[in-house]
């Protein structure tokens, strides 16, 4: 008779911890709460599934999960997050920090928080881009590594727009080591396709692309009848001066993580769910 044994917080964690089950030789099932049920009732619990085993296994399955929590704990999941304009790292972060369990984390979110707050650092941070100067590297890694040091990320982050230079690279090394930084790999022609396609209604706000998501009538909202127009920072000179500064920039840190074998390069040209599940992959490989 299969029973009820643990509780699982995520898809990623469901892949885990099966692949553990399946290692020790334990019959189960893993039952997503999304899923409908054998009785054909919808599971309405908290979180996100369970694993269906026979009974006289629970105790040790009890067992393995107490295990694998521990070492979950012990193996903390420290990423950085790497792309260009236009490869969807905002999107993708949203979903890994669910996923993972982990804080993703932007230093234009550090600089937000910290003026908000008021702090010593902010208050320098508020000054200095109130003078139209670029935060310097000292601030910026204080600032970031004052985030890390905050109990949310003692089990890992995802960093997002840092580091972007080498001395940033070798600071973070010194106080919260990295264990992978992945590239999220697209062309850029893919990225001029995707970023120059989007059109915005001047209207009411709504987002199109002429290729993947177009207005039934080309220049006109299909919500308001607005007119569509395309921003500055989507226009091609500005995407291809971008991706040149990007590339400039990012080249270097590229061949750093490479040479610590902490890179993981990702395609980021197909959709997010498959791209995530190619990450998912990579990374529990």
Same mark, same amino acid.
Do not use: W
């Given at each position: 008779m299969y029973v009820r044994t643990v509780d699982l917080r995520n898809d990623f964690e469901a892949q885990r911890f099966g692949n553990i089950l399946e290692q020790e030789g334990i019959p189960h099932h893993i039952k997503s709460n999304h899923?409908?049920? *054998?009785?054909?009732?919808?599971?309405?619990?908290? $979180?996100w599934g369970y694993v269906m085993a026979p009974e006289e296994s629970k105790e040790r399955i009890v067992e393995l999960y107490a295990e694998y929590r521990r070492s979950e704990r012990s193996d903390s999941m420290k990423l950085i997050f790497l792309g260009?304009? $236009?490869?969807? &790292? $905002? !999107?993708?972060?949203? =979903?890994? %920090?669910? +996923?993972?369990? =982990?804080?993703?984390?932007?230093?234009?979110?550090?600089? +937000?928080?910290?003026? &908000?707050?008021e702090t010593e650092l902010g208050k320098k941070v508020k000054g200095i881009l109130a003078s139209g100067a670029l935060v310097p590297d000292e601030l910026t890694i204080a600032l970031v590594r004052d985030r890390l040091s905050q109990a949310d990320a003692k089990a890992g982050f995802i960093l997002d727009g840092f580091p972007r230079t080498i001395p940033q690279a070798e600071a973070l090394e010194e106080f919260a080591p990295v264990d992978t930084a992945v590239d999220f790999v697209i062309s850029n022609e893919a990225v001029v396709e995707r970023l120059s396609g989007r059109r915005v209604c001047k209207g009411c706000g709504k987002n199109y692309h002429i290729k993947f998501m177009a207005?039934? %009538?080309?220049?006109? @909202?299909?919500? @308001?009848?607005?007119? *569509?127009? !395309? /921003?500055?920072?989507? %226009?091609?000179?500005?995407?291809?001066? +971008?991706? %040149? =500064?990007? /590339?400039?920039?990012?080249?270097?840190?590229?061949?750093?993580? +490479?040479?610590r074998d902490k890179l993981l390069e990702v395609d980021a040209t197909p959709s997010p769910d498959e791209i995530q599940a190619d990450l998912d992959g990579k990374l529990n490989g």
């Open positions: 899923d409908t049920a *054998l009785d054909g009732i919808f599971q309405m619990e908290l $979180g260009p304009p $236009g490869a969807g &790292k $905002g !999107t993708l972060a949203s =979903v890994a %920090k669910e +996923r993972y369990g =982990v804080p993703h984390i932007s230093t234009g979110d550090i600089f +937000r928080t910290a003026i &908000k707050n207005p039934k %009538k080309p220049g006109i @909202c299909d919500a @308001c009848g607005g007119e *569509l127009f !395309t /921003r500055d920072d989507d %226009k091609i000179e500005a995407i291809t001066f +971008r991706l %040149k =500064v990007y /590339r400039d920039q990012t080249e270097p840190l590229i061949a750093y993580y +490479r040479g």
